[in-house]
């Protein structure tokens, strides 16, 4: 089944080349430690879902690029063609002449009505190439203008026009200290927003990728482009094929839908973040060896400290003993740091993948108390190698770990709001102070469900 | 009712047309009535199409599959050397330049000569059926019984936190989305192959007309054969030309003579080289090659009793179409599934068996040699 991306703004123009190509270079690494015909099968997995065939067998991404500025659209163009491995189709394109100065209320009152034919003409088209639609996946940014106010437009169009169709908005959650004054309130708009038309919500902190550039791969001057390998090297490890059952010899049909199912079927639980272990730059990679004992353990302890990468752990955070009310401060504050989840997915790619003990991620005290292990834990495999690394495991986590950031972005929008900052940029194009004040109601209301897990 | 010569050609007015009209709509890639009249004038732009047609017809039929078909003169090539292989008798035919520009009589009393001997246009049709998907070979219907991973299953007894509720029944709304997918793409696919259906049907008739017309056909090749000038239609079916005498087979028969020898003459040393190194063994290694061949033939003796005994069927590893029948029905034919499961389980008992005999021949084998050589260390693999 295939899947339709829609790359929104610089941001998600961006991170979408980058995430072809990452899943592209991957299915023809020659190193999958498999046999060949598993490998083609593994090939043809990933190309039915993300790529459809022209007559000279180049691949063709399954994707629309949209911007209201034609400089990074044009770019990620013409780097997808001279590559020459892979490319965007000619057609798949809509971009103007002019930004939207990040402001959400101009993207989502402006642009997105009067550009709404066009783009959804040019999704209609890619889906029509499509033999089975799995769903969207939408890439943007949170905070930015075009992205955010234009990504919560088209997702709302997607929701009405493919009810069916399952829908993940990839977001990016923009760095705490960022540069656009009112990020905090396109933040809280575009959640709010998405979170009544969207199925998933799958975020990427910059903060964080930042810090993995920085610490594990060593990168000196890093740039947006090094994040984005990060983050399409992440991304790539989620959605690859795996194999459906145990012991079976067919390739997943539906990632998406199967993802879904594991981990957000609840309707106010819907934010998801990803953690990947190991990443280090290639150079490390080849005197590095692990043991699957050794990765499920630090990725354990990464979802239970709400840890973002596997150095600067923190080990002294255990899950609590009891799910009952807690006595003294110490323990609250012990508590407090540890991330309790709702459902989690493991997905493991690489040699002796099958003897791999997961053992650690089924303990109830992981998970909160009106879901059980075996409703809230789910495992892919495949012995397929991702990339060149010969073990690898993804965790695709539906928890807390969110909460305090999502929490700090709602208090500032707030303390903004409260003193009418900026008000007028948005109610200027059509947004109403009701608009406002319905997401913080509806923001608020997730995180006091995330807070009483 | 024999052939009549005619002017005109056909029984009636428009038969002619109508009967080539069928062959080439049942043809894969037939071109029009009016390639075929232009070729009996031996018109130049009816040539290529022809190659293209009996290129079509005599490449296999996953080399006529693929996406990007080869150049005219790769075409022309394949033709020639698959008529020649086949015994077509006219050289013309192998005279005609690669450029595919000329010669449109001469194919067209090569596809006459192709349709004339064998099922040519039955055989096309089966090489290009549409599957139904209705069919699996005998051998994989285990995996398809093998149940699915059971489902999570819950308790109901206690409070119930309402969360997991809304939990279960956001569950059921992605199968239930899931499903619409799956039966979108299910019309999807069907939708396809109706239309390859369609045309399969729509080929068929065209061969079922083309068999009530061909007479008419056939009395028109009589004319584009006699239409063919005379000094460029030797027809012989003779293999050999008398006229150049016995002399050039006498040379090839003395060459291969000679190469016998000389072949001869090389194998020897080294077939005595092999038996002097090997012949360490001597008469021991004749005794076991005896013992071992009458082995296997006990074994494949039992194999066969145990194959019959099991009620085989005939032909195990055809592709059999399944169908439902109803469980009163007693006659018919084609095998039913209990029989074959019952006739599997045998075959598989036995086979346990000799597995495990085997393995235990192996196991005396490897301590037999484990005793002869008190000075061999054994290494064994790493367990499982």
């Known amino acids: 089944m295939s899947v339709v991306t829609v790359q929104l703004g610089q941001c998600g123009n961006q991170i979408g080349f980058e995430v072809f190509d990452a899943l592209y270079t991957d299915s023809h690494c020659p190193q999958g430690l498999c046999s060949k015909r598993e490998n083609e099968a593994y090939q043809a997995s990933c190309k039915e879902r993300f790529f459809s065939e022209e007559e000279n067998g180049v691949p063709i991404a399954r994707a629309i690029l949209v911007d209201m500025e034609p400089k990074v659209t044009s770019q990620t163009l013409s780097k997808a063609a001279q590559s020459g491995r892979w490319k965007y189709g000619q057609h798949s394109c809509f971009c103007q002449k002019q930004g939207s100065g990040n402001n959400w209320a101009y993207g989502y009152s402006v642009h997105g009505p009067r550009h709404e034919e066009s783009i959804m003409n040019l999704i209609q088209k890619e889906v029509e190439k499509c033999d089975s639609l799995s769903g969207f996946f939408i890439i943007m940014s949170m905070a930015g203008g075009t992205g955010s106010g234009l990504g919560a437009f088209v997702t709302q169009n997607l929701q009405d026009q493919y009810s069916n169709s399952l829908k993940m908005n990839h977001i990016i959650w923009p760095y705490r200290t960022g540069e656009v004054i009112v990020q905090n309130y396109n933040s809280i708009l575009t959640l709010s927003h998405l979170y009544r038309s969207s199925d998933a919500l799958l975020v990427h902190e910059n903060d964080a990728l930042h810090k993995i550039c920085a610490k594990l791969m060593n990168i000196k001057q890093i740039s947006f482009s090094d994040i984005n390998q990060v983050l399409a090297h992440q991304l790539g490890s989620v959605f690859q094929p795996t194999y459906s059952v145990e012991g079976s010899c067919h390739y997943r049909r539906n990632p998406l839908g199967d993802l879904m199912e594991n981990l957000v079927p609840h309707p106010e639980f819907k934010m998801l973040g990803i953690r990947n272990i190991p990443q280090m730059s290639e150079n490390s990679l080849a005197y590095s060896t692990f043991t699957w004992a050794g990765l499920l353990k630090y990725l354990r302890q990464m979802l239970i400290s709400n840890s973002k990468m596997e150095e600067g752990i923190d080990w002294h955070v255990q899950p609590p003993l009891s799910r009952l009310p807690t006595l003294g401060k110490a323990s609250l504050n012990r508590e407090l740091q540890f991330n309790t989840s709702i459902a989690n997915l493991v997905i493991l790619r690489g040699k002796d993948v099958h003897s791999a003990d997961l053992g650690g991620f089924k303990d109830p005290a992981l998970y909160t108390s009106w879901l059980k292990p075996i409703n809230a834990f789910n495992v892919w495999k495949t012995q397929r190698a991702f990339r060149k690394y010969e073990k690898s495991a993804a965790l695709v986590s539906n928890s807390q770990f969110l909460l305090k950031p999502l929490d700090t972005i709602v208090g500032k929008a707030w303390n903004m709001f409260a003193s009418k900052a900026y008000i007028h940029q948005y109610t200027k194009f059509g947004l109403e102070e009701e608009d406002f004040l319905d997401s913080f109601t509806l923001l608020e209301q997730v995180v006091a469900s995330y807070c009483n897990l | ?384």
């Open chain 2, 1 to 384: 009712m024999g052939r009549r010569r005619r002017r005109g050609g056909g029984a009636r007015v428009g038969a002619l047309p109508e009967a080539i009209a069928a062959l080439s709509q049942t043809l894969p890639a037939g071109p029009s009535p009016e390639i075929f009249r232009r070729a009996k004038f031996d018109r130049p732009e009816a040539a290529p199409a022809l190659w293209q047609l009996l290129f079509r017809v005599l490449s296999p039929p996953a080399a006529a599959g693929t996406r990007a078909s080869p150049a005219l003169g790769a075409q022309v090539r394949l033709v020639k050397s698959a008529l020649c292989s086949q015994g077509y008798p006219r050289r013309v035919l192998a005279r005609l330049p690669e450029d595919g520009s000329q010669g449109s009589r001469e194919l067209l009393l090569a596809l006459a000569w192709l349709l004339a001997r064998g099922p040519l246009l039955e055989h096309l049709l089966a090489q290009t059926r549409v599957w139904l998907g209705d069919e699996i070979p005998l051998w994989q219907y285990e995996a398809l019984a093998s149940p699915g991973p059971p489902a999570p299953c819950q308790e109901a007894d206690g409070p119930v936190d309402i969360r997991h509720l809304q939990w279960l029944m956001g569950t059921l709304r992605f199968r239930w989305r899931d499903l619409i997918t799956s039966q979108q793409e299910l019309c999807a696919l069907l939708g396809k192959l109706l239309q390859r259906l369609e045309s399969e049907n729509t080929r068929l008739e065209a061969a079922l007309q083309w068999r009530r017309r061909e007479l008419v056909f056939w009395q028109w090749m009589d004319t584009v054969l006699g239409s063919c000038p005379l000094q460029t239609s030797p027809a012989t079916f003779l293999p050999r030309d008398p006229a150049s005498g016995p002399g050039e087979l006498e040379l090839v028969a003395r060459e291969l003579r000679g190469l016998h020898g000389e072949l001869q003459g090389a194998v020897e040393p080294r077939r005595a080289a092999w038996e002097a190194k090997a012949g360490g063994w001597g008469p021991e290694w004749s005794a076991a090659q005896r013992a071992t061949q009458e082995a296997v033939g006990r074994d494949l003796a039992a194999l066969q009793r145990a194959w019959e005994q099991g009620g085989a069927p005939a032909q195990p590893h055809r592709p059999c179409r399944l169908v439902k029948r109803d469980a009163r029905a007693v006659e018919g034919p084609g095998l039913r599934a209990a029989e074959l499961t019952g006739a599997l389980r045998i075959r598989e008992s036995r086979l346990e068996t000799a597995l495990g005999q085997l393995q235990t021949r192996c196991r005396q084998e490897l301590a037999r040699l484990a005793g002869a050589e008190p000075g061999l260390i054994w290494i064994l693999p790493p367990g499982r």
